[in-house]
């Protein structure tokens, strides 16, 4: 092939996401080679190419002719189901590949393959990115954030399209080196985390003002899109107001997330992030209430029967006992509530990608992260670019929470953020992820705690040795004689 008629970059794996990261590709003015095993894929993308602007998109129908339409040094971007598969398309499109092409996987893979495939494809002289993708359908159209990890050289080779395509803001693309290894699946995980987190908070405010406050959907479209002109400013908030305000279609009566069944789904990247935390002695209590919310929505008819049986022993359900409640106050008290909890999430995440990039020697810089996360993907927030401050004055930050502007905020913030999660209590609301917020902060700004009688234990039934506050040195204390003795 002529060298002008060779595209500059190629994807393969033709879902939703594929096709649109492909137009967005081609919208930006690279042209591009795309290629899916079902063909009728690559016919659908041709089409859109062709309906959304002419963009200049090519389509190839086998491995050899797809690798052969791109311009050397090659690089192929594949975007398929997370596993074997990845495996199984490298092998497909490896064999016609040379050595200084680059291969990027842009799913959702556990960072230890991605580092695997890096070893792989040295072998055979290619370099290799593991990049996470966020922002969903819309974002990869549109403009998503990108966090690529792996071979630098790999990424100075696309850095001009990546820059192009991820989405824009104040500051520049939405897009940046992460570092070695699998470090781009990995930070890309823990995003994931801190977003089951933050559903999670919302869910419960949602569910407090619901059944507390009384408040019916469409008032809770207005809050929500007065929050989102507030520090709360978010595309998670945004789309909930949206949610709210849509009604059955179906059946013409009342609004949809009424309807939906309470049963939420999940595709394994919060199960890795609370792994990874504990693996590391990271807390990240936030995120583990997340993803314990969800498994007990698993069990939906248990649920149901349980309700019942604990109606029949006399437990009266005092959610639906609305009384006389301050609605103005109580929203307030919620929206701070929220912010506070959401805090506490982005923290405990930002600790666990710290204690990782140690681990592994990432290097990786929080505050660029943060940047990154304020466009195009599913946490962008207004307050990331405080965050991003926070970790650009102070590289070092032992945690979020201590920063002097968050630690102002925090403090503000706590009595609203005790009254709700003291109301649901007594309501009987489970508020997992702010009630997990709130423990985390209580328990880490207090300069002692009663873990010394958990030591104590420790080393009554195990010998595990204790420290003392008044002088070094570690110590054992036959305890079962010292309260015979006391006993005297």
Same mark, same amino acid.
């Given at each position: 092939?002529?060298?002008?008629?060779?595209?500059?970059?190629?994807?393969?794996?033709?879902?939703?996401?594929?096709?649109?990261?492909?137009?967005?590709?081609?919208?930006?003015?690279?042209?591009?080679?795309? +290629?899916?095993?079902?063909?009728?894929?690559? !016919?659908?993308?041709? !089409?859109?190419?062709?309906?959304?602007?002419?963009?200049?998109?090519?389509?190839?129908?086998?491995?050899?002719? *797809?690798?052969?339409?791109?311009?050397?040094?090659r690089?192929?971007?594949?975007?398929?189901?997370?596993?074997?598969?990845?495996?199984?398309?490298?092998?497909?499109?490896?064999?016609?590949?040379?050595?200084? !092409?680059?291969?990027?996987?842009?799913?959702?893979?556990?960072?230890?393959?991605?580092?695997?495939?890096i070893?792989?494809?040295?072998? %055979?002289?290619?370099? +290799?990115?593991?990049?996470?993708?966020?922002? #969903? =359908?819309?974002?990869?159209?549109n403009?998503?954030s990108?966090?690529?990890?792996?071979?630098?050289?790999?990424?100075?080779?696309?850095?001009?399209?990546?820059?192009?395509?991820?989405?824009q803001?104040?500051?520049?693309?939405?897009?940046?080196?992460?570092?070695?290894?699998?470090?781009?699946? *990995?930070?890309?995980?823990?995003?994931?985390?801190?977003?089951?987190?933050?559903?999670?908070?919302?869910? =419960?405010?949602?569910?407090?003002?619901k059944?507390?406050?009384?408040?019916?959907?469409?008032?809770?479209?207005?809050?929500?899109?007065?929050?989102?002109?507030?520090?709360?400013?978010?595309?998670l908030?945004?789309?909930?107001?949206?949610? *709210?305000?849509?009604?059955?279609?179906?059946?013409?009566?009342?609004?949809?997330?009424?309807?939906?069944?309470?049963?939420?789904?999940?595709?394994?990247?919060?199960k890795?992030?609370?792994?990874?935390?504990?693996?590391?002695?990271?807390?990240?209590?936030?995120?583990?209430?997340?993803?314990?919310?969800?498994?007990?929505? #698993?069990?939906?008819?248990?649920?149901?029967?349980?309700?019942?049986? *604990?109606?029949k022993?006399g437990? %009266?359900?005092?959610?639906?006992?609305?009384?006389?409640?301050d609605?103005?106050?109580?929203?307030?008290?919620?929206?701070?509530?929220?912010?506070?909890? %959401?805090?506490?999430?982005?923290?405990?995440?930002?600790?666990?990608?710290?204690?990782?990039?140690?681990?592994?020697?990432?290097?990786?810089?929080?505050?660029?992260?943060?940047?990154?996360?304020?466009?195009?993907?599913?946490?962008?927030?207004?307050?990331?670019?405080?965050?991003?401050?926070? +970790?650009?004055?102070?590289?070092?930050?032992?945690?979020?929470?201590?920063?002097?502007?968050?630690?102002?905020?925090?403090?503000?913030?706590?009595?609203?953020?005790?009254?709700?999660?003291?109301?649901?209590?007594?309501?009987?609301?489970?508020?997992?992820?702010?009630?997990?917020?709130?423990?985390?902060?209580?328990?880490?700004?207090?300069?002692?705690?009663?873990?010394?009688?958990?030591?104590?234990?420790?080393?009554?039934?195990?010998?595990?040795?204790?420290?003392?506050?008044?002088?070094? #040195?570690?110590?054992?204390?036959?305890?079962?004689?010292?309260?015979?003795?006391?006993?005297?």
């Open positions: 092939m002529e060298s002008a008629a060779l595209s500059q970059i190629g994807l393969a794996g033709l879902a939703v996401m594929g096709q649109n990261l492909a137009l967005n590709i081609a919208e930006k003015g690279f042209p591009i080679s795309v +290629y899916n095993r079902t063909t009728s894929k690559v !016919d659908e993308t041709l !089409d859109r190419a062709h309906r959304e602007g002419n963009l200049p998109l090519s389509g190839q129908y086998n491995p050899r002719d *797809f690798v052969l339409s791109i311009k050397k040094p690089s192929v971007i594949i975007l398929v189901k997370a596993g074997a598969p990845v495996d199984q398309t490298i092998a497909a499109l490896a064999a016609h590949m040379e050595p200084g !092409d680059t291969i990027i996987d842009g799913g959702n893979e556990w960072y230890e393959d991605t580092e695997r495939r070893s792989e494809a040295s072998n %055979k002289g290619l370099l +290799y990115l593991g990049m996470g993708v966020s922002g #969903g =359908e819309d974002g990869a159209r403009g998503p990108l966090m690529p990890g792996g071979s630098h050289e790999a990424y100075l080779n696309i850095r001009n399209i990546l820059e192009k395509v991820a989405a803001v104040d500051d520049g693309p939405c897009v940046a080196y992460i570092g070695e290894g699998g470090s781009g699946n *990995f930070v890309k995980m823990v995003h994931n985390g801190i977003e089951y987190g933050d559903m999670q908070l919302i869910s =419960e405010a949602y569910d407090v003002l059944n507390v406050g009384g408040l019916g959907n469409d008032d809770l479209a207005g809050i929500f899109e007065e929050w989102n002109r507030g520090e709360l400013e978010s595309f908030i945004e789309i909930t107001s949206d949610i *709210f305000r849509a009604k059955d279609e179906e059946t013409g009566n009342g609004g949809l997330v009424d309807k939906i069944l309470d049963k939420t789904g999940m595709k394994g990247t919060g890795w992030t609370v792994q990874q935390a504990a693996e590391l002695s990271i807390a990240a209590p936030t995120i583990a209430a997340s993803l314990d919310s969800r498994y007990m929505s #698993g069990l939906k008819e248990e649920r149901v029967a349980a309700s019942e049986i *604990f109606k022993e437990l %009266k359900e005092d959610i639906n006992n609305v009384g006389v409640v609605k103005k106050r109580l929203i307030d008290d919620v929206r701070q509530a929220l912010y506070a909890s %959401k805090i506490c999430s982005y923290a405990q995440g930002m600790n666990l990608l710290r204690a990782k990039s140690v681990e592994k020697g990432w290097n990786l810089n929080l505050g660029e992260l943060a940047r990154i996360w304020k466009g195009g993907c599913i946490i962008r927030a207004v307050f990331l670019d405080r965050i991003k401050q926070a +970790y650009q004055r102070n590289p070092g930050l032992a945690n979020l929470l201590v920063d002097p502007e968050f630690a102002r905020e925090m403090v503000q913030r706590q009595a609203a953020w005790r009254r709700v999660v003291g109301l649901a209590i007594q309501k009987g609301i489970s508020v997992p992820g702010m009630s997990a917020s709130l423990q985390y902060f209580d328990t880490y700004r207090r300069g002692r705690l009663p873990a010394n009688l958990v030591q104590a234990q420790r080393d009554y039934f195990g010998a595990h040795t204790y420290e003392r506050i008044d002088c070094p #040195g570690s110590f054992h204390t036959e305890w079962s004689k010292l309260a015979r003795k006391a006993r005297v």
